[in-house]
């Protein structure tokens, strides 16, 4: 019984998604349409691209975030990590050390933490919530110990990763965030190790019954969160001249939100990397939106948490209403 | 016979809980004690009535909110939003105290009904729509702080009537006031948790709430007044912390969800759910502050203790679940 439901489930659910997506993405279209006719100067060529360029990394940071979400788990510690490592790498460059050195140590050093973090989870059977709390502490506690708030400056302008633009035009951290959507949307979709993060996430039983390790794929999520978060901190340590040495505030509330908005459900085992880089989109065009219609920015937040208690009801509504039918 | 086999882990957990509840507290005195020993033999101005009395007063915020979190993670569930209630509510008392002109004490009740309101939200979320503990607290942790920032706009408030200091910075009979008030709220939530249906449903909901359910315990009015009594709480603790700094600003309690979870954890309730005593709770809250003290006077800044509370709070769950994990193979 439970079979033929998980059977005719995948159909439903990806119409469902996909209807997600295309609601994400009218949004976002919709919301620039909106605020372009209050005000204008919203849909100006450069706060389009400062919308789009100095939010990429959330977009990256929030598909790794995504398969975490995905697999069951959750990470309350990215945002203070991609502090870390915006760290690690900016020291490194200032010290002279090779530019390709500092951005590489910064993603391995991503993976280190999280696939260490995966092994505490998977293998010792702690909860996710329990140990990236804990490493939250420590990571932001350990960075602001060790640099004292000390900002960097003075860094060599070829470490400026994401002032990159390919072929002259198209900057660097956008062509990332599409690419790495893209081939983690189709990797996902497609590959064994893809689907087994839903398994895992949607019934963990049934996928070991399936020959599926659940330590194993979790390690894995994890590791490769890690690498996204490298990658997230690299577009971050290098947008602007400086790096302040302290951990981004709540940058993981904005990464989870952009997940959970864009519709990877938060019991597991259901959601797209496509809708949490799109929803990452339009977390930050409402961002900017709220300062071109003259609203404070202190509203920001409220509004971030708002978005998510919604669709987060939304989306356990919906699966209620999907199980009863 | 066959009806007890498909049955076997509430009678596991119920032949091996108490065994292993008193040894977790017991090692956690013992290292308390060996704690203070060696912190008092490192600094002198450690080991001092005033000093420790002191503590008392800086712990007694983070106190109120771990009691009721204790409550919450017995029953299997979790509230990270309340560092952001204790900001909304600090907010709420300083703003429709001077912008609204409320008098003083009404301006307290609303605060904390606030609080007990931020709280009901959580609760209502989490037993009528079926949000995970997790997930609706993560929500409402920015919507609340949110909602602090949006309302004060980046202002303080200062200037209280000097009656308002008294919670926070005065004494009574040679102790911090808010400190009989910590006691007091220890005393009823022990008694609460021990000695009434209510305490017992709570380790029922936390053990197998299915079962719970069918056995006709009202599981989701509990779970309702757990949240809605973490919420006042963090209300009540705004109150203290206000009064205790004297000004109101949107960052405040920060930060505390941390704190609050790593005592209630480190006094050996489990984040698994139905497995936990308001005494453990007291004795971890006793490590966090001694540890954060007894670092600062000998030397280490700040920062460097919220690593070791982070590190003690994931050492702490990886010792005692693997703990658990040998008395049920047995």
């Known amino acids: 019984m439970t079979l033929a439901g998980a059977g005719a489930d995948p159909r439903r659910r990806l119409k469902v998604l996909a209807s997600q997506e295309a609601l994400l993405a009218i949004a976002v279209i919709g919301l620039a349409i909106a605020v372009g006719l209050y005000n204008p100067r919203f849909l100006a060529a450069r706060n389009l691209s400062d919308v789009l360029l100095g939010n990429a990394y959330i977009a990256v940071a929030a598909v790794g975030m995504s398969m975490v979400i995905v697999s069951g788990n959750i990470d309350i510690s990215v945002g203070a990590l991609i502090g870390v490592l915006a760290t690690i790498s900016g020291t490194l460059a200032v010290n002279g050390a090779p530019i390709l050195v500092a951005w590489l140590a910064a993603l391995v050093a991503g993976v280190a933490v999280m696939a260490l973090q995966g092994v505490i989870i998977a293998y010792l059977r702690i909860p996710a919530i329990v140990v990236t709390l804990g490493m939250l502490s420590i990571l932001k506690g350990g960075l602001i110990s060790v640099t004292g708030g000390k900002w960097i400056t003075d860094l060599p302008d070829s470490f400026h990763l994401a002032d990159i633009e390919l072929f002259g035009m198209l900057p660097f951290p956008v062509v990332l965030m599409i690419l790495v959507t893209i081939l983690a949307a189709l990797w996902m979709r497609y590959s064994a190790s893809g689907r087994a993060i839903y398994a895992v996430g949607g019934n963990a039983e049934a996928a070991r019954l399936c020959g599926i390790s659940q330590p194993r794929t979790i390690v894995m999520v994890f590791a490769l969160h890690g690498l996204f978060a490298g990658a997230a901190a690299l577009l971050y340590a290098t947008q602007l001249r400086v790096i302040q040495s302290t951990v981004p505030p709540n940058l993981e509330l904005t990464i989870i939100t952009a997940s959970v908005v864009g519709g990877v459900s938060i019991l597991g085992g259901v959601g797209t990397v496509v809708g949490s880089t799109l929803a990452a989109v339009l977390i930050a065009e409402i961002a900017s939106a709220l300062v071109f219609i003259d609203v404070s920015p202190y509203w920001i937040r409220a509004v971030q948490g708002a978005l998510i208690l919604v669709t987060v009801i939304a989306d356990i509504l919906r699966r209620r209403r999907m199980a009863g039918a | ?330």
Not at chain 2, 232 to 237: N, V, W, Y
């Open chain 2, 1 to 330: 016979m066959s009806a007890m086999s498909e049955i076997p882990l509430p009678q596991i957990a119920k032949r091996v809980m108490p065994w292993w509840l008193l040894r977790h507290e017991t090692m956690l005195a013992v290292i308390l004690l060996i704690a203070l020993i060696g912190l008092g033999a490192l600094n002198n101005r450690f080991l001092t009535l005033d000093n420790l009395l002191n503590q008392g007063r800086l712990t007694t915020e983070v106190g109120l909110i771990a009691l009721p979190m204790t409550f919450i993670i017995i029953t299997g569930g979790i509230d990270l939003s309340v560092g952001s209630i204790v900001g909304l509510c600090a907010i709420l008392l300083g703003y429709s105290w001077k912008t609204f002109g409320f008098p003083l004490p009404l301006a307290i009740c609303f605060s904390l009904s606030v609080g007990a309101a931020a709280g009901f939200v959580n609760g209502l979320v989490i037993t009528k729509v079926k949000v995970p503990p997790l997930i609706m607290t993560i929500a409402t942790l920015a919507l609340y702080r949110g909602l602090a920032e949006g309302i004060s706009q980046a202002r303080s408030v200062r200037g209280y009537p000097e009656w308002f200091y008294f919670i926070g910075q005065e004494n009574l009979f040679g102790v911090p006031a808010q400190l009989w008030l910590l006691l007091i709220a220890i005393v009823a939530t022990a008694i609460v948790l021990d000695r009434t249906t209510f305490g017992r449903t709570l380790y029922a909901i936390g053990n197998n709430e299915t079962a719970a359910r069918f056995s006709g315990l009202p599981v989701d009015r509990v779970k309702l007044i757990v949240y809605t009594l973490s919420g006042l709480m963090a209300g009540l603790s705004a109150c203290v912390l206000v009064s205790r700094v004297t000004t109101t600003r949107s960052d405040m309690g920060i930060g505390y969800e941390l704190d609050v979870i790593a005592a209630v954890v480190l006094g050996g309730t489990s984040i698994f759910g139905g497995v936990g005593t308001i005494w453990g709770t007291v004795v971890g809250l006793a490590m966090i502050q001694l540890l954060k003290n007894g670092l600062a006077l000998t030397g280490v800044k700040g920062d460097a203790t919220i690593v070791v509370i982070g590190t003690v709070l994931i050492l702490s769950t990886l010792v005692a679940s693997s703990l658990q994990r040998r008395r049920e193979g047995v």
